[in-house]
């Protein structure tokens, strides 16, 4: 079990890490518009990556609700529940990319 946790690990570090080095761009001598478009860029797709995080992250909350709720799921309160759950994680990976996106946003107001 330790060891597939220590897999997993390693292979979302290496995933991450191929990301960033197809997304890197280098800059050498460039002028200043050059410098703030490859910088915006950078800041779009480091939001990419953290939205697509979250989405992962939320989808494999919800399923281990669903699947750790699966053995009662003709009750209908248990059901009920289940549907709670799974809302709420759904609004939670909602308000995390919601927050991702439109906080650099409310500080390019103020800057």
């Known amino acids: 079990m330790k060891f597939s946790k220590v897999k997993a690990l390693a292979t979302t570090g290496a995933t991450a890490i191929y990301l960033g080095l197809m997304n890197a761009q280098v800059v050498f001598a460039a002028d200043g518009g050059e410098v703030k ?13 953290l939205t697509g995080l979250v989405v992962l992250v ?3 909350v919800a399923l281990f ?19 709670h759950a799974v809302g709420r994680v759904a609004g939670l990976v909602a308000l995390a990319a919601a927050i991702i996106w439109i906080l650099p946003w409310v500080y390019s107001l103020f800057t």
């Open 37 to 49: 478009s490859k910088l915006t860029s950078a800041g779009k797709t480091i939001q990419g990556i």
């Open 58 to 60: 939320g989808i494999c």
């Open 65 to 83: 609700i669903i699947i750790k709720r699966m053995p009662d799921a003709d009750d209908p309160r248990e059901k009920s529940e289940v549907y």
